[in-house]
């Protein structure tokens, strides 16, 4: 089956500054990868997601690229403020057939401002 | 705030007892899933289901069970052959699981065993 792979698992950060979290997934049949944010306390929820026929996506200061051939992904987020600060997570889905969402272990963000 | 209600938020379960929670959603959403989150464990899936009457095993579902009677409701229930069950309990629903379609996510019910 599919496995995810996330890093860092936690990431500090000045107000202003950018971040990056990074995902590796091992089925290379994968073809949809949903970002979902967790605020403290609260449920997650999708914040961006990407095809496996684009390379790179953005909403805002939020951007995600895809890297297919080495099977990696990545989150970015510029000018972060402390309304960033949550836990995201990645996750891998092959499209064909009836399968499910495969989610990697999370990344806690913190923005310090 | 998506539709999708968990009940209770908090449940405390003496050990030995089977634990029911609750999922309904009023999305008339097709599938439905219930995760399991730990600390830097991430979401795992414990169960999900496509339609009425129909749910197949997720990553993890030793010691727990389900039931699809209505297209609105998926509850989880906890059994006592569940080792760790104190953990963050999620219930998701979409569309469908055939496209790229968003999870919805619950609030969320905190099980801690006793």
């Known amino acids: 089956g599919e496995n995810v792979e996330q890093h860092p698992s936690t990431l500090s950060v000045q107000e202003g500054d950018s971040a990056v979290i990074k995902c590796t997934y091992s089925?290379?049949?994968?073809?949809?990868f949903p970002w979902y944010k967790q605020e403290l306390g609260k449920r997650p929820q999708l914040i961006i997601d990407?095809?496996?026929?684009?390379g790179e996506k953005k909403d805002q200061r939020i951007a995600v690229t895809l890297n297919k051939t080495a099977k990696h992904f990545s989150l970015h987020i510029t000018e972060t403020q402390p309304e960033d600060s949550a836990v995201y997570f990645c996750?891998?889905?092959?499209?064909?057939?009836?399968?499910?969402?495969?989610f990697g272990k999370g990344t806690m963000l913190l923005v310090s401002p | 705030d998506g539709g999708i209600t968990q009940s209770p938020k908090y449940l405390f379960r003496k050990e030995g007892q089977n634990v029911t929670l609750s999922c309904e959603q009023n999305?008339?959403?097709?599938?439905m899933y219930w995760y399991r989150q730990d600390p830097g464990q991430g979401l795992r899936l414990i169960y999900y289901?496509?339609?009425?009457?129909?749910?197949q095993k997720g990553d993890i579902a030793e010691g727990y069970s389900v039931s699809r009677e209505k297209k609105e409701s998926f509850p989880l229930t906890v059994t006592s052959a569940q080792k760790n069950p104190t953990a963050f309990y999620l219930c998701?629903?979409?569309?469908?699981?055939?496209?790229?379609?968003?999870?919805?996510f619950g609030p969320g019910t905190r099980l801690t065993v006793l």
């Open positions: 999305l008339n959403h097709d599938a």
């Open positions: 998701a629903s979409s569309i469908d699981r055939t496209a790229y379609n968003e999870q919805f």
């Open positions: 996750a891998a889905r092959r499209l064909a057939g009836y399968s499910t969402l495969t």
């Open positions: 990407i095809r496996s026929n684009v």
């Open positions: 289901s496509q339609i009425v009457n129909d749910f």
């Open positions: 089925d290379s049949a994968s073809n949809y």
